[in-house]
């Protein structure tokens, strides 16, 4: 393995926190961000987002429906979702309540930013900075799918 081949098992994921909250601090009305994987793990998250538990249940229901709304690509005339990749890919996903927003980003192979503003929060500004971040850092936040080896009895 080169050195520069990315490892989820033992890459530090602290070093990704730390990106994070120095990214955060420059984009007002950003709550918390979370790196999250397509099957909805928690991989990192900066200091202001919730507790560790509740941002692995926004890991887990960011993952949801990021994978739901792939399924909408048809009703703008994209592929339906169970056609071969097209080249064309989902993008980001916008949420919207009362007092903030959600946003979820593509961020690497098999990995999304969710981000949560207050309804303040400049929402171009917002997607500009998560391009940014992606691609300063995008190769830090891949996160290969999880292979199920078996139990091996």
């Given at each position: ?90 993008r980001q996903l ?57 139990s091996g009895a």
């Amino acid at each position: 393995m080169s050195h520069d081949a990315f490892d989820p098992d033992t890459f530090d994921f602290g070093k990704v926190d730390f990106l994070l909250d120095q990214a955060v601090h420059r984009v007002p009305h950003v709550h918390g961000v979370i790196l999250l994987t397509a099957d909805g793990l928690l991989r990192a998250r900066t200091r202001n987002a919730p507790t560790e538990e509740v941002g692995q249940r926004m890991s887990a229901a960011l993952s949801s429906l990021q994978s739901t709304s792939r399924s909408t690509a048809e009703f703008v005339g994209e592929a339906p979702a169970h056609a071969p990749d097209t080249g064309r890919n989902w993008r980001q996903l916008l949420v919207e309540f009362d007092h903030g927003y959600v946003l979820v980003v593509a961020a690497g192979e098999g990995a999304y930013l969710g981000v949560a503003t207050g309804d303040l929060a400049d929402l171009r500004q917002v997607g500009r900075w998560t391009q940014e971040l992606v691609q300063s850092v995008g190769r830090l936040l891949v996160a290969p799918a999880r292979v199920d080896v078996g139990s091996g009895a």
